[in-house]
């Protein structure tokens, strides 16, 4: 690893950290390879077959951009020659990264103290050493580096080759991710892992995003969250790293933003475009997770209308959303957690959307149903979804923490009907195709449909036959009573 220093003049030639031995370099698209030295010095980066020259800019920066790679699981080496100056990586491979960030959930691992991942039995991390792994750590306030660079304490070891010990470090839901997409594909995956537990959505955005968005939304809270936010994760994790070529993001987060609704999804809208901006790869793929079920009732809905921002926020183009309501912690799982230990279904959830949508899978179901309009019928109210797959069924799952398909059930169970007083009462639902029909004896002529809009999910059983389950959806906007 490379020595930072804390000055913007370097007195030896260096790579940035990001490229190590065992680096992913991203396929099929321009690579930037970037170091720092002493302004002026002429270098050379060669990989690949290619050979590209750069120099040492005045602010002690250089880059070197080759063209795009063709997939290669066959170790190469990175050199970076200047006179006399060698600097090899070794063990690089061609394939696709992904970048996962967000708090604690993301963050989780297989080693963490107290509450570990569970690592189901069926899981071979050896048959993937094509799967590789870096952390770029938080920064502590007291610690200086130059703009644009990272210091030395974020990023404790290069990137890590996967087996069945190094993996139970990686980040959990990552690793799952990699290990889905690893089953399906002949292609090497990188997982950069740019996470810090109990962290705001807010820290991550970037100021330009974060300011543009406060001005489209007429809120003052809004407004004032770009006055009074750092930005540190943005500018002390996320800054240094853009420009690493990736294919697409990851993100799980939202319980340090759980009482703040329908703005959750401004400020995802913020987050998203001021990655997209940095990365400069336009639009790339943004999947994240939506805030799984929590048996703590306290403050009753506190969740409920983060979740549904977090649906809504699927309307920023080329998103996707992995629903948890069977995978949170319950009532058997003590101590009871606001971190489930089921990453597995995390994981795979998420990358059904990349298999989906980036891989060329376009047979495969990769989300549970999702709402799409709501038909008041007289004495009755039918619910319309999209991704019903080969229709919908009730169904529930044994345990949150199993990953066995979930069991059909009789009974379809968490939809909440009212009529023009606003008082709510649970519906009997029955399916017709890929429609829900909702009905109930103390609601006449019902108009606004919930479904699981409640912090605990785990009795919802909408589920489509491929086994995803129905995200919570409300289509009422009257305030909320706690």
Same mark, same amino acid.
């Given at each position: 690893?490379?020595?930072?220093?804390?000055?913007?003049?370097?007195?030896?030639?260096?790579?940035?950290?990001?490229?190590?031995?065992?680096?992913?370099?991203?396929?099929?698209?321009?690579? %930037?390879?970037?170091?720092?030295?002493?302004?002026?010095?002429?270098?050379?980066?060669?990989?690949?077959?290619?050979?590209?020259?750069?120099?040492?800019?005045?602010?002690?920066?250089?880059?070197?951009?080759?063209?795009?790679?063709?997939?290669?699981?066959?170790?190469?080496?990175?050199?970076?020659?200047?006179?006399?100056?060698?600097?090899?990586?070794?063990?690089?491979?061609?394939?696709?990264?992904?970048?996962?960030?967000?708090?604690?959930?993301?963050?989780?691992?297989?080693?963490?103290?107290?509450? %570990?991942?569970?690592?189901?039995?069926?899981?071979?991390?050896?048959?993937?050493?094509?799967?590789?792994?870096?952390?770029?750590?938080?920064?502590?306030?007291?610690?200086?580096?130059?703009?644009?660079?990272?210091?030395?304490?974020?990023?404790?070891?290069?990137?890590?080759?996967?087996?069945?010990?190094?993996?139970?470090?990686?980040?959990?839901?990552?690793?799952?991710?990699?290990?889905?997409?690893?089953?399906?594909?002949?292609?090497?995956?990188?997982?950069?892992?740019?996470?810090?537990?109990?962290? !705001?959505?807010?820290?991550?955005?970037?100021?330009?995003?974060?300011?543009?968005?406060?001005?489209?939304? %007429?809120?003052?809270?809004?407004?004032?969250?770009?006055?009074?936010?750092?930005?540190?994760?943005?500018?002390?994790?996320?800054?240094?790293?853009?420009?690493?070529?990736?294919?697409?993001?990851?993100?799980?987060?939202?319980?340090?933003?759980?009482?703040?609704?329908?703005?959750?999804?401004?400020?995802?809208?913020?987050?998203?475009?001021?990655?997209?901006?940095?990365?400069?790869?336009?639009?790339?793929?943004?999947?994240?997770?939506?805030?799984?079920?929590?048996?703590?009732?306290?403050?009753?809905?506190?969740?409920?209308?983060? !979740?549904?921002?977090?649906?809504?926020?699927?309307?920023?183009?080329?998103?996707?959303?992995?629903?948890?309501?069977?995978?949170?912690?319950?009532?058997?799982?003590?101590?009871?957690?606001?971190?489930?230990?089921?990453?597995?279904?995390?994981? !795979?959830?998420?990358?059904?959307?990349?298999?989906?949508?980036?891989?060329?899978?376009?047979?495969?179901?990769?989300?549970?149903?999702?709402?799409?309009?709501?038909?008041?019928?007289?004495?009755?109210?039918?619910?319309?979804?999209?991704?019903?797959?080969?229709?919908?069924?009730?169904?529930?799952?044994?345990?949150?923490?199993?990953?066995?398909?979930?069991?059909?059930?009789?009974?379809?169970?968490?939809?909440?009907?009212?009529?023009?007083?606003?008082?709510?009462?649970?519906?009997?639902?029955?399916?017709?195709?890929?429609?829900?029909?909702?009905?109930?004896?103390?609601?006449?002529?019902?108009?606004?449909?919930?479904?699981?809009?409640?912090?605990?999910?785990?009795?919802?059983?909408?589920?489509?036959?491929?086994?995803?389950?129905?995200?919570?959806? !409300?289509?009422?906007?009257?305030?909320?009573?706690?």
């Amino acid at each position: 690893m490379c020595v930072l220093v804390s000055t913007s003049v370097y007195s030896d030639l260096q790579l940035s950290e990001l490229f190590s031995d065992h680096t992913v370099l991203q396929r099929d698209a321009p690579v %930037p390879i970037w170091g720092f030295g002493d302004p002026g010095t002429q270098l050379s980066v060669s990989f690949a077959g290619q050979n590209v020259n750069a120099v040492v800019d005045e602010t002690g920066r250089w880059t070197a951009t080759l063209r795009p790679l063709k997939l290669n699981k066959q170790p190469q080496e990175l050199v970076v020659k200047s006179g006399q100056t060698v600097l090899t990586r070794r063990d690089i491979l061609v394939g696709d990264v992904w970048l996962c960030g967000g708090q604690s959930n993301m963050n989780m691992t297989f080693k963490t103290p107290r509450l %570990p991942c569970d690592m189901p039995a069926f899981i071979n991390a050896d048959k993937h050493p094509t799967i590789r792994h870096m952390a770029v750590l938080p920064r502590r306030n007291k610690d200086t580096a130059p703009i644009g660079r990272f210091h030395p304490s974020q990023i404790k070891q290069g990137w890590t080759v996967c087996n069945a010990d190094t993996a139970l470090g990686f980040t959990a839901t990552g690793f799952f991710f990699a290990y889905t997409l690893a089953e399906e594909l002949d292609v090497p995956i990188g997982l950069l892992n740019i996470t810090q537990g109990n962290t !705001r959505i807010d820290m991550w955005m970037s100021p330009k995003s974060a300011e543009t968005i406060a001005d489209e939304v %007429p809120t003052e809270s809004l407004r004032a969250v770009y006055s009074k936010t750092p930005f540190t994760n943005y500018r002390w994790q996320i800054e240094p790293a853009a420009g690493f070529a990736i294919k697409g993001a990851i993100w799980y987060q939202g319980e340090a933003n759980a009482k703040e609704g329908d703005q959750y999804m401004w400020k995802m809208k913020a987050l998203i475009s001021g990655w997209r901006e940095a990365w400069g790869q336009g639009d790339f793929p943004f999947y994240f997770v939506q805030l799984p079920s929590y048996e703590n009732e306290k403050g009753n809905r506190t969740w409920a209308p983060i !979740r549904d921002a977090q649906r809504k926020a699927l309307s920023i183009p080329n998103t996707g959303m992995a629903v948890l309501t069977d995978a949170g912690d319950t009532a058997e799982d003590f101590p009871i957690n606001l971190h489930p230990r089921n990453k597995y279904a995390v994981g !795979r959830r998420l990358a059904l959307w990349a298999l989906a949508k980036d891989y060329g899978k376009d047979n495969l179901v990769y989300s549970g149903p999702l709402f799409q309009s709501a038909s008041p019928q007289g004495n009755t109210i039918a619910v319309r979804f999209d991704h019903v797959g080969s229709g919908l069924m009730a169904a529930k799952k044994t345990s949150s923490r199993s990953n066995d398909p979930p069991r059909p059930v009789d009974e379809l169970k968490g939809f909440m009907i009212a009529g023009e007083d606003k008082q709510w009462a649970e519906a009997a639902a029955t399916i017709q195709g890929d429609t829900v029909v909702l009905s109930s004896d103390q609601v006449d002529q019902p108009i606004a449909v919930r479904y699981l809009y409640t912090m605990n999910t785990d009795h919802g059983t909408l589920y489509n036959k491929e086994g995803l389950p129905a995200s919570p959806f !409300r289509t009422d906007d009257w305030p909320n009573k706690r």
